[in-house]
C-alpha cells in the first residue's frame, strides 16, 4: 500500500510548464518556505533559483526593492581571468548568488531582532510656517519643548478653515532602514491660559524618493525649510489614517507592517485642526517633536549609488548577518553619532536647568519673559 501511495506522488516541477509552477510557488509569502522548498531535492532547489523566487518574493513584498541593479558578496573573491569558464557556468553562478543574498535579505527583513531606533537624518520641508525661522520643521528633531529658554517647535500657518492640512517632510538615514513606528509630540503652548495643545485630528505617513534624485537630490539638503517639497518626491508608500489626540505626550503610531525606506524621505501629513488660538481666531499645528523608528539592516547590507544613472547597487557581507539577526551591541557601532546627539541634547537641557537656576535666585521665582520665550507678534503669539 505505501509503495502504491508512493508510486502515485506527481513531482509537479517535472509535469507542469515552468510558467505554472512558478505560479504555484508565488503564492509562498515566508522566506522559510523558499528554504524548505529548496531542500525538497536537487530538481527543486535548482527550479528556485534559476527563476529567482527570492528575488521575486522580496519585490513583491518590498517594491522599493526595484530600484536594485545589481547585487555583489562582499565575500567572493575576483575570479582568475586565466581560468576558462563557459557562459552557462558564470550565468549560473550569478542566479545563485542572487539567490543567497535575497534570501538573507528576506531574512534580515522579517527576522531582525535588533531593537528599533531613530533614523531620521534631518528635516527637508514644512508645508507652512508661521515664524520662520523661530517656528522652523527643525526644531522637531529636539526632543525637549524648550530649548536655551526658548519654546521648541514647529507651528504652521493660521488657517481659518480647521480641515486644511500641513505636512512635514524628513530625510531618513543612509542605507536600508525597516520602518516600525512613527513617534509624534504635539506642542503644548505652556506660555499661554489654559495651556492648549495645538494637535492634528488624524496623522498620515507617506515614504518615497525624489521624482529625479540625480537633479534634486542634493539640492534638498538646501532647499528652504518653511516651504512645500511635496510635489518633489513620488510616495511609494501610504499608510492608513491615524487618529491623534489632544495629550502633551509623545504619541506613537504602529504601522500596520514595517515598511521598507532606503536611504528615502518620509512625508508626515498632519490632518484637521484642533485648536483655535484666542488672539487671532485662527486655528494652527503645532509640533514640539517627531522620532521614526526602525531597525538597520547595515552592517550586512549596504547600498551604493552607481553613476551616472543613479541606480543601487546592493552589497552584502554574508560573515555579518548574525549582527542584524540578533540584538548585538556590536550593530550600534554605526550609530554613535545618533548616540552623541541625544546625549548633546540632554547636556543642553541640563545646562538650561542650571541657567534657570541662577537666574531664580534663592528667593525671586523664574518668570518667563516674551522676549526670551521667543514671542513674535502677528503668529503663535508667545
Not at 485648536?275 to 550586512?300: E, K, N, S
Not at 534657570?356 to 521665582?365: K, W
Amino acid at each position: 500500500m505505501d509503495h502504491q501511495k508512493t508510486e502515485s506522488r506527481i513531482n509537479f516541477v517535472e509535469h507542469l510548464e515552468t510558467d505554472v509552477s512558478i505560479y504555484i510557488m508565488s503564492f509562498l509569502d515566508d522566506p522559510a518556505d523558499l528554504v524548505r522548498i529548496s531542500a525538497v531535492s536537487r530538481l527543486w532547489r535548482q527550479f528556485v533559483i534559476a527563476n529567482g523566487l527570492a528575488k521575486q518574493l522580496c519585490l513583491k513584498t518590498y517594491p522599493q526593492l526595484s530600484g536594485i541593479v545589481r547585487v555583489v558578496n562582499a565575500t567572493e573573491g575576483t575570479r582568475n581571468s586565466a581560468e576558462v569558464e563557459t557562459k552557462c557556468a558564470v550565468e549560473w553562478e550569478v542566479l545563485e548568488r542572487d539567490h543567497k543574498v535575497y534570501a538573507s535579505l528576506l531574512q534580515a527583513i522579517t527576522k531582525s531582532k535588533v531593537s528599533p531606533k531613530d533614523c531620521i537624518a534631518n528635516a527637508v520641508s514644512a508645508s507652512s510656517t508661521d515664524n520662520y525661522p523661530d517656528e522652523s520643521v527643525v526644531n522637531t528633531l529636539n526632543p525637549r519643548d524648550r530649548f536655551i529658554r526658548r519654546a521648541s517647535y514647529w507651528s504652521s500657518k493660521g488657517q481659518s478653515n480647521p480641515e486644511v492640512p500641513e505636512t512635514l517632510i524628513y530625510k531618513v538615514r543612509a542605507g536600508i532602514w525597516v520602518i516600525t513606528e512613527i513617534d509624534i509630540h504635539p506642542f503644548e503652548a505652556f506660555f499661554q491660559q489654559g495651556k492648549p495643545i495645538y494637535s492634528a485630528k488624524s496623522v498620515r505617513f507617506r515614504m518615497g524618493h525624489p521624482k529625479s534624485p540625480r537633479e534634486i537630490g542634493s539640492d534638498l539638503l538646501h532647499f528652504p525649510l518653511q516651504k512645500p517639497a511635496d510635489d518633489k518626491f513620488v510616495w511609494t508608500y501610504t499608510s492608513p489614517e491615524f487618529p491623534m489626540t489632544q495629550e502633551n505626550c509623545l504619541q506613537p503610531f504602529k504601522l500596520p507592517e514595517p515598511v521598507l525606506c532606503i536611504g528615502g524621505y518620509l512625508q508626515i501629513e498632519l490632518l484637521g485642526r484642533v485648536q483655535r488660538q484666542d488672539i487671532d481666531g485662527l486655528f494652527y499645528i503645532c509640533v514640539c517633536y517627531v522620532r521614526v523608528l526602525g531597525r538597520p539592516l547595515f552592517p550586512a547590507f549596504d547600498l551604493e549609488i552607481v553613476e551616472p544613472n543613479g541606480e543601487l547597487l546592493l552589497k552584502y557581507q554574508p560573515e555579518k548577518l548574525d549582527c542584524v539577526l540578533q540584538n548585538s551591541s556590536r550593530n550600534e557601532v554605526p550609530h554613535l553619532r545618533h548616540l552623541e546627539e541625544e546625549m548633546l541634547w540632554e547636556r543642553i537641557g541640563l545646562l538650561e536647568d542650571l541657567l534657570r537656576g541662577i537666574q531664580q535666585g534663592p528667593n525671586n521665582p523664574f518668570v518667563w519673559d516674551e522676549d526670551d520665550e521667543g514671542g513674535i507678534n502677528g503668529g503663535l503669539v508667545l
